[in-house]
């Protein structure tokens, strides 16, 4: 997936970006394990207890180091839904040719995969509590869903979808935010409807798109 960015930002959300991109695998095991501890930090106290020295104990690095990469707490949670969104991405990717032969099968399949990979990741729902909760994090999730988005719409060309672009862009902005929405709802929610919730957003999706596909 293509990396998100905030060149055209305000300096306070171009700071969200990395300082360096690790080269070496130790820097790439070193960047790991510092998402990795931050992951885990905000599963257990969320985004406001977060702290870059925080990060650097748990992670077992020195604070210099942290620095190297990432300018601050905020940096880091959007590498988190950076992280995040890189793997939908491949797993969205990963469902073209089943789309193309049983849409239906895949709508199912694949918002169970995506789930399924969400709920694996430690601190998830941390992480977009977070992510919705910071506005300069925001602009990364709308970029990445953007950038599904278009995918989708392609996808749905290829499917034999015959519409004007931009309604077809628009259909495929509105399963794209639909999911997130729903999604972010299930794996936040303190109530026991994760479950029910999932069921109903692949109804909505295959209901919405029989409207075009069927």
């Not at 709308?142 to 034999?160: D, S």
């Amino acid at each position: 997936m293509p990396r998100t960015t905030v060149a055209n930002a305000p300096a306070h959300q171009k700071s969200l970006s990395p300082r360096k991109a690790p080269v070496q695998e130790r820097s790439k095991t070193t960047i790991q394990r510092i998402l990795d501890a931050a992951a885990s930090l905000l599963d257990e106290a969320g985004i406001d207890a977060l702290t870059t020295n925080g990060i650097a104990t748990r992670a077992g690095v020195n604070i210099a180091s942290l620095y190297n990469y990432f300018p601050n707490k905020y940096a880091v949670v959007a590498a988190l839904a950076q992280r995040l969104a890189e793997r939908e991405f491949s797993l969205f990717q990963a469902l073209e040719a089943r789309f193309l032969n049983d849409w239906r099968d895949a709508v199912d399949q694949g918002i169970d995969a995506l789930v399924d990979s969400m709920r694996e990741q430690t601190g998830i729902a941390a992480i977009r509590r977070a992510v919705q909760a910071t506005p300069y994090l925001r602009q990364f999730d709308q970029q990445a869903n953007a950038i599904i988005a278009e995918e989708y719409a392609a996808l749905l060309r290829r499917a034999g979808l015959r519409i004007p672009k931009r309604r077809l862009q628009a259909a495929a902005r509105s399963l794209t935010e639909t999911f997130t929405v729903v999604v972010d709802l299930a794996l936040t929610d303190d109530g026991d409807y994760s479950a029910e919730l999932i069921e109903e957003l692949k109804l909505m999706h295959k209901s919405y798109l029989a409207n075009y596909l069927e």
